[in-house]
């Protein structure tokens, strides 16, 4: 896919499905990519809606807030959040990569 081409298919694995296709909108490979899910991963141990009932990690992704244990350090919890914003137009890295590179995580 060309970074302005759109789909709709359903796939991936639950727990790192993007809110934009379980809710059935047209996505661009770069809007859903979300390998940083990984990042809450390694940091809390689980993906961060995981559930063993796929309907409730759908459930989960949709609605669902982040939640961190206390010793996460803040500027994780600030890239985690943007990353994982619900709204496309507000991913961070929405404007490439080079805007998460510059995120003060990576400092």
């Known amino acids: 896919m060309k ?10 694995t639950p727990e ?6 379980l809710n ?6 770069q809007s859903i990519d ?10 809390a141990g ?3 809606f995981s559930n063993e009932v796929t309907d409730k990690v759908h459930k989960r992704i949709l609605h669902n807030p982040l939640v961190f244990r206390d010793e996460t350090n803040p500027l ?4 985690l959040i943007g990353l994982l914003n619900r709204d ?7 404007n ?6 510059r995120h003060p995580f990576f400092a």
């Open 3 to 12: 970074d302005s081409d759109m789909t709709n298919i359903f796939c991936g």
């Open 16 to 21: 790192y499905l993007a809110p934009e296709i």
């Open 24 to 29: 059935d909108q047209g996505y661009s490979e």
């Open 34 to 43: 979300r390998p940083l899910v990984l990042l809450y991963e390694m940091l």
């Open 46 to 48: 689980l993906p961060p």
């Open 76 to 79: 994780a919890r600030s890239i």
């Open 88 to 94: 496309p137009s507000q991913h961070l890295g929405v």
């Open 96 to 101: 490439g990569a080079k805007e998460i590179e």
